[in-house]
């Protein structure tokens, strides 16, 4: 959709570390960019029209992932996101 702020996973892109995707993330929802979407790439990635519209490209690390692996460590790390963001102990 045109409306959703489009994250595309991506070797070469932006690695953040877990309080950093936090304030990312906050960010995102003081500016109202609530709905997200995130594209993750089989064994070719994604492709290069995928990879042009996305506002942001973002790399989990240097390690190699199965996709199909990709969704939950990718929840995992905006689930502690928002538990950084609310002060909870979860991240300590």
């Given amino acids: 959709k045109e409306d959703e702020y489009l994250v595309a996973l991506d070797i070469r892109g932006r690695q953040f570390s877990s309080e950093e995707f936090s304030l990312w993330l906050q960010e995102r929802a003081l500016r109202g960019e609530s709905s997200l979407a995130f594209a993750i790439g089989g064994t070719t990635g ?47």
């Fill in 46 to 92: 994604l492709a290069p029209a995928v990879l042009e519209r996305a506002r942001l490209r973002l790399s989990l690390g240097l390690m190699t992932f199965p996709h199909q692996m990709v969704p939950l460590l990718l929840l995992e790390q905006i689930y502690r996101g928002f538990k950084i963001a609310a002060g909870e102990p979860y991240h300590r």
